[in-house]
């Protein structure tokens, strides 16, 4: 008694493979193949590219936020003073910084100075964010204590000022020289309040890897930023850095259940979230319109599948006359199809991990054949394009093309084996 092969046997592969290969002249449909695996590759590695750059620049951004802003800021909703003003200083910010660096998942908590003063040497100015933080506190700053381009030595903070090298390039400066700092808030006197100017030496120099804050930021003594902003005995903010930033809303609560009544807390997703929200939209609409284009490059599969179901109707006729069942017609012409689709997704997915790995070197050939400037840090935050290869973001890619490939070929399969044999040769 005969016994019916299992599906995918290995004629139905021999068959398959001798269709693939066929030159044109045997009526096949080599041409196309190629056309389809090209476009399926090209897709693929487009898809990788995206979101590998996708994930790096958000990683990158996050990364700069994180490694020199405070995850949580703590600080008062202020109070009406005799004057009518209102105070949001701090008095008791030694005894709040303690209580916040209890708080289980809070790495430290250290009071703040801010203000905004400008910067001079000699014939140039710059506007600056000073930040008034102890020694200590500003040791424990990645982006700053850490920085892969710094210049001068941190444990003479006590003595002068670290600045950005943004903020160094613009003034002109160097380690060892003296800026001015020039705050309009300063000595009240009978005739009205006299600027405050006072001259620090530059200790250290550091890049933090954005833009927006090497070109803005300087940390000063907190001792010396009391005198300077007139904030004797008082601090401005806390500042909180906590063990796992992604999950620091949790934390939010607790934090001002230690701080006391009277504070408020602004996280770093508060700041930068409306941007991390814009960021996610685009992300999902690129995902999109790149999936539409592994679409159209899968479709090249049906058209070329269909002529080859029509060059091949009488080979279809005579192996269905010797006995080939429909369901091992319709699986020889599947494995065609599917097998570009699985080859031009291993190359894409091949070139887009390369070119994920190489991007510095890729982006510097591109800036050096464009001339230069085709990336500007003033306008994009960072330094350079980031690309960042997860595992998730391929495996996406790979299931969205395999997936569109197999099922664009299911159906000029099952046209091959619904193909009438007697129709098939009778005109042979």
Excluded at 105 to 114: D, E, F, Q, S, T
Excluded at 358 to 375: H, L, Q
Aim: aromatic share 10%; net charge negative; hydrophobic share 50%.
């Amino acid at each position: 008694m005969a016994t019916t092969p299992p599906p995918f046997s290995r004629f139905e592969w021999m068959i398959a493979w001798r269709y693939l290969r066929a030159r044109r002249a045997e009526g096949g449909v080599s041409v196309m193949t190629w056309i389809s695996l090209i476009g399926i590759t090209l897709a693929v590695f487009a898809l990788i590219a995206t979101l590998s750059v996708r994930s790096g620049f958000r990683s990158e951004f996050v990364g700069t936020i994180l490694g020199a802003n405070a995850h949580v800021t703590l600080y008062s909703h202020g109070q009406v003073t005799a004057e009518g003003n209102i105070d949001r200083t701090l008095e008791d910010y030694t005894e709040m910084a303690a209580a916040a660096s209890q708080v289980p998942g809070v790495i430290r908590a250290a009071p703040l100075i801010k203000g905004q003063v400008m910067a001079n040497l000699r014939q140039r100015n710059a506007g600056v964010e000073v930040f008034g933080i102890a020694a200590a506190d500003l040791e424990a700053i990645p982006g700053v204590a850490q920085s892969e381009e710094s210049l001068g030595d941190l444990e003479r903070f006590g003595d002068g000022v670290a600045i950005g090298s943004g903020v160094a390039r613009e003034l002109g400066v160097s380690v060892g020289d003296r800026i001015k700092l020039i705050s309009p808030n300063g000595v009240k006197t009978p005739f009205g309040t006299s600027p405050r100017i006072n001259a620090y030496e530059v200790v250290y120099i550091f890049t933090a890897g954005r833009y927006d804050i090497d070109r803005t930021r300087l940390y000063m003594p907190f001792d010396a930023a009391q005198a300077f902003f007139n904030r004797e005995g008082v601090a401005d903010e806390i500042e909180v850095m906590v063990a796992d930033p992604e999950k620091v809303d949790l934390l939010v609560l607790p934090l001002l259940r230690a701080a006391g009544q009277g504070i408020g807390a602004w996280t770093w997703r508060d700041a930068s979230g409306g941007f991390l929200r814009a960021l996610e939209v685009e992300d999902n609409v690129m995902f999109i319109i790149l999936s539409i284009l592994v679409l159209i490059a899968t479709m090249n599969i049906v058209s070329g599948l269909i002529m080859l179901v029509k060059n091949k109707g009488r080979d279809i006729g005579i192996l269905r006359t010797i006995g080939l069942s429909e369901g091992s017609v319709m699986r020889v012409f599947f494995i065609c199809g599917a097998f570009t689709g699985v080859i031009g997704t291993l190359c894409g997915v091949v070139l887009g991990c390369l070119f994920a790995i190489y991007i510095d070197p890729i982006f510097s050939f591109v800036n050096y054949a464009m001339g230069g400037g085709v990336w500007d840090p003033s306008i994009r935050g960072i330094y350079a394009l980031p690309a960042e290869l997860n595992l998730p973001d391929v495996l996406s890619a790979v299931a969205l093309s395999l997936g569109l490939s197999f099922v664009v070929t299911i159906f000029p399969a099952r046209r091959a084996a619904r193909l009438n044999p007697v129709e098939a040769l009778r005109y042979e």
